[in-house]
């Protein structure tokens, strides 16, 4: 079965600094990992996503690693924007062609 | 634009009352999903649908149902409200091929409210 597992609901970080949000999954399969980003009031959004033949995909400001032998992915954003606060979601994808997502954290910048 | 809409966007319904959710998508994706969110339990999957007349359950589908007769629509039914399902509902679509890296395309969520 497949699990993703995002163990802090929230985070803070200061303007201009790194935001790192981790997430760790069960499934041994080949899968894709995405990100997805939520303002309130709004769907989530597709943020950036990676292959699990991958170590590493970067767009932009955000880059997310893959650490297949321990299970864990984390999201980087560098610099940290007002606008990056949103709950942010990793999921898992499988061939059976679902998507499952994490639990999400909160992520706050502050001034 | 291709989009995804859900509709009502705001429901208060009462115990034991029958309640449709609706989603239309106009980008004719195969793949069409069902999430609710709840505070610290993220997005959970109801049920999804990979093409006309394909449903099946997710992890939470006990008490809700889908039906898809046409590739543009799923309606999510509530047969018997309970106030265990008072949540925020997220329909999604998506190409075929999800497993392969495909993106979701959410809705803005209907909020139920059941009393």
């Known amino acids: 079965d497949q699990q993703v597992k995002q163990n802090s609901p929230s985070l803070s970080v200061q303007e201009g600094r790194i935001s790192i949000l981790n997430c760790d999954y069960t499934?041994?399969?080949?899968?894709?990992f995405l990100w997805y980003k939520k303002y309130p009031a709004e769907g989530p959004t597709f943020l950036i996503s990676i292959s699990s033949i991958k170590d590493k995909n970067e767009d932009g400001r955000f880059t997310v690693f893959l650490n297949k032998s321990a299970k864990h992915l984390s999201l980087h954003i560098v610099p940290s924007q007002p606008g990056d606060s949103a709950v942010y979601f990793c999921?898992?994808?499988?061939?059976?062609?679902?998507?499952?997502f994490g639990s999400g954290t909160r992520l706050s910048i502050r001034p | 634009d291709a989009e995804i809409t859900q509709s009502p966007r705001h429901k208060i319904t009462e115990t034991g009352r029958q309640v449709t959710l609706a989603c239309h998508q106009t980008?004719?994706?195969?793949?069409m999903f069902w999430y609710r969110q709840d505070l610290g339990h993220g997005l959970r999957l109801i049920h999804y649908s990979y093409g006309v007349h394909d449903t099946n359950k997710g992890e939470v589908s006990d008490g809700y149902s889908v039906s898809r007769s046409n590739t543009e629509d799923l309606p999510l039914t509530l047969e018997s409200a309970a106030s265990s399902q008072t949540s925020v509902y997220f329909c999604?679509?998506?190409?075929?091929?999800?497993?392969?890296?495909?993106?979701?395309?959410f809705g803005e969520g209907s909020r139920l409210t059941v009393l």
């Open positions: 999921a898992d994808t499988s061939s059976a062609s679902k998507i499952i």
């Open positions: 999604a679509s998506s190409q075929t091929g999800i497993g392969s890296g495909g993106e979701l395309f």
């Open positions: 499934n041994s399969m080949f899968d894709y």
């Open positions: 980008w004719n994706h195969n793949n």
